[in-house]
């Protein structure tokens, strides 16, 4: 149960390797955070987080087994007070372009996958009538580049989900957290120049943690990039088309 | 119909199904149609965090069950588990009895009382209220009503369980009898936290009531100076005419309570006043309601400190253990904590209670706003302290323990567990903080 302080005892992590998703882990561990539930792909050999820690596998593509996952998870740990949905695949434009099976596939995991993971976790938290689903969404969605549309056009159609699935659960006691973190300096983006209000994956769990705790609908990381983008989605495609990256 | 629930400090809610039945057979009625979320009960909702609620699942509103009787011969009080302490003082103070037990407040159920132990300004000497009960009748997961007396083991788990091994249908408990309705009060000022306890532990044994206010603004050399107050019920000599216990007459605001919101300002400033106001020593007669019940005065008082809500933190440690509370005391009076009444008391020997909270010793209870910067690390850092001393946390305050901590306070939990689970072996009886404890 979320604590009358913000602090919470049960985490699920769908992603369990994702830097960032393992960060929020770490720091709810260190806030009070008890019983942990990692869900990753086979050969996980999970970290020290400071606090009971559970494996169970899961594959993002297998859509048919996450019903599975979830029944696993609250048979461990009973009610989820935490799910985060941070698992993603990232790839590189020019791949895509020379590859369209391997983009169809990196949307799969990016979007369809988390649909699925979404309305599972909503289910749950709705009977519980309590608990968060931690959506890890993007700028690159907040208006699609053509730099990375692939990507972009799958954090798009996230965000998107996740504010219906939010507005759905309004009123059950369950709730949505949208992150919409900049570029994050990382493994998922390793060899790639940073870009400008970049953050760390350390950073957007702080900002992560601190929203869940407030009980905000949704946290851009770094917090400038709300009001940058509101701004940036009024730019006419003329000039956006242009933008380098 | 479902309801957005919270305790006393107004954190945290969750929805449940509210459901109000008005005999035992409707309430036997609901707690076989519990739903997989399961039921706990609910009473007036004193208790400041989740205790009385249940996300997803149903919370049986108790003060429809409000029957009760007096009799005069043996003093003892039949009431069903949803009357309240106040129907029952307004009632039975006129006729010259007393309830044996009353908390801060009157706004609180027999069940409720009973599920939480509850204790008062008399514990030195009285213990908790499980400690007057006789009998009590309990709806259990099966459907039963049991009648349960002291010495069974389901009463053991009961007086303290947190509803959580049943509903308390009904209560047989001892009163006692006052010659007038109004208080015999010593009010002493104290200059630091020493004296105070000094003076309570050597005094507490002549006054059947004791507790003092301690300011915890005040820093350095005043650390911890208090106002003590020391009261018994008075004798007809020591009053001129004895007024009826007139509860209605208090409704007003009494005339310190800071305006708007509670914030560090105000309560610095409050805890200023408060002692100032009190004289170095004097005695003085006052009614039962402002004696006990100061803060019923002013209704929705918890509203006070605006939408985030507030957690109050209340411990004890064992005698022999008072460098705990000194540092404790330190540390908060360190950290600037606007904290509006501090209360500390000495408590005397449990009621045998599983769960119950009071043990021989010192109890501190302060209110600080949910929202404070650092808090949950400050009251982590205490949880520590209190549980290293050998002493808890007060289950009908917290919000916010969590399970390892609540299995080093409470060394009986393990066999209140395994009589829980007997009588309730499908874990029907369930509460956030049931889960949040994982009880
Ligand atoms: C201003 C103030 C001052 C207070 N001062 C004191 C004090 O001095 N000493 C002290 O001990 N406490 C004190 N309290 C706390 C209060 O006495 C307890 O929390 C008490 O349990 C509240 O009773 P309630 O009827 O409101 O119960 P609720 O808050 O509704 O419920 C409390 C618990 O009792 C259970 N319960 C309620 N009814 C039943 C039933 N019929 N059967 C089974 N379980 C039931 C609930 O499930 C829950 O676990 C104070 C509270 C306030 C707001």
């Given amino acids: 149960m979320k604590n009358a302080l913000g602090g919470v005892d049960t985490v699920l992590l769908l992603g369990g390797r994702s830097e960032i998703g393992l960060e929020i882990v770490r720091l709810l561990a260190g806030l009070g955070a008890g019983r942990v539930v990692l869900a990753a792909r086979d050969g996980f050999d999970p970290p020290d987080l400071g606090a009971e820690v559970h494996v169970v596998p899961f594959d993002a593509l297998d859509v048919h087994g996450h019903g599975a996952v979830f029944a696993r998870a609250t048979e461990l740990v009973g009610d989820l007070d935490v799910v985060i949905s941070a698992f993603g695949v990232l790839g590189t434009q020019e791949r895509y372009d020379a590859d369209p099976a391997a983009a169809a596939e990196a949307v799969a995991v990016n979007y369809g996958a988390h649909v699925s993971v979404g309305l599972h976790a909503a289910r749950v938290l709705r009977e519980q009538g309590h608990g968060t689903l931690v959506v890890l969404s993007s700028v690159a969605g907040a208006r699609v580049r053509k730099a990375n549309f692939v990507y972009g056009s799958a954090k798009a159609g996230l965000d998107g989900f996740a504010q219906g699935l939010g507005d759905a659960l309004h009123g059950s006691g369950a709730r949505v957290l949208i992150v919409r973190p900049g570029f994050v300096i990382g493994r998922m983006t390793k060899g790639l120049a940073p870009a400008p209000m970049s953050s760390t994956p350390r950073q957007v769990a702080l900002a992560t943690v601190a929203a869940l705790r407030a009980g905000a609908p949704s946290v851009w990381v770094p917090r400038a990039l709300g009001p940058a983008f509101r701004v940036l989605r009024l730019l006419p495609r003329a000039l956006w088309r242009r933008l380098p990256r | 119909m479902t309801t957005f629930l919270t305790g006393w400090g107004r954190t945290a809610p969750t929805p449940a199904r509210l459901a109000r039945p008005r005999s035992v057979g409707q309430l036997r009625e609901l707690v076989a149609s519990a739903p997989r979320r399961g039921v706990v009960a609910r009473g007036l909702g004193r208790s400041y965090g989740d205790a009385a609620q249940n996300a997803g699942g149903l919370v049986v509103d108790c003060t429809g069950l409000d029957a009760w009787t007096f009799d005069e011969g043996s003093g003892l009080v039949t009431a069903s588990g949803g009357v309240s302490l106040h129907t029952l003082m307004t009632a ?348």
Avoid at chain 2, 109 to 133: C, E, L
Avoid at chain 2, 314 to 328: D, H, K, N
């Fill in chain 2, 92 to 439: 039975l103070v006129p006729q010259g009895w007393f309830v044996p037990v009353s908390p801060g407040t009157r706004h609180v159920t027999v069940g409720g009382a009973v599920a939480a132990d509850v204790h008062g300004k008399n514990h030195h000497r009285d213990s908790s209220f499980g400690a007057h009960v006789r009998s009590l009748t309990l709806v259990t997961a099966g459907g039963e009503v049991l009648t349960l007396r002291p010495g069974h083991p389901l009463f053991a788990a009961t007086v303290g369980g947190m509803g959580l091994t049943g509903v308390i249908a009904e209560v047989t408990f001892g009163c006692v009898p006052i010659r007038t309705s109004m208080m015999r009060v010593d009010v002493q000022r104290t200059a630091d936290l020493d004296e105070t306890m000094a003076v309570m532990a050597d005094s507490d044994h002549r006054h059947r009531y004791t507790v003092a206010w301690i300011d915890l603004i005040a820093r350095g050399r005043r650390m911890g100076r208090s106002v003590l107050t020391r009261g018994d019920h008075a004798t007809p000599a020591e009053v001129k005419e004895a007024p009826p216990f007139a509860p209605g007459a208090l409704a007003r605001a009494p005339a310190w309570v800071p305006g708007g919101l509670l914030n560090g300002l105000s309560l610095r400033a409050f805890n200023e006043l408060w002692y100032r106001r009190a004289p170095r020593r004097r005695t003085l007669t006052q009614g039962i309601a402002p004696f006990f019940h100061p803060l019923d005065g002013v209704e929705g008082w918890n509203r006070m400190y605006g939408p985030r809500g507030f957690v109050q933190y209340q411990f004890v440690v064992p005698l022999g253990a008072e460098e705990t509370l000194r540092g404790i005391v330190a540390t908060l009076s360190e950290h600037g904590s606007p904290s509006f009444l501090t209360v500390l008391k000495r408590f005397g020997p449990g009621s045998g209670g599983l769960l119950s909270f009071p043990m021989p010793g010192w109890t501190l209870a302060l209110d600080l706003p949910a929202g404070g910067r650092g808090l949950s690390g400050l009251l982590r850092g205490f949880d520590r302290r209190v549980a290293g001393a050998g002493g808890r946390v007060y289950l009908a305050k917290d919000a916010r323990l969590g399970a390892a901590m609540m299995a080093e306070m409470y060394p009986e939990l393990e066999r209140w567990r395994r009589i829980r689970d007997e009588a309730d072996p499908a874990g029907l009886f369930r509460s956030d903080l049931a889960r949040r404890l994982r009880l």
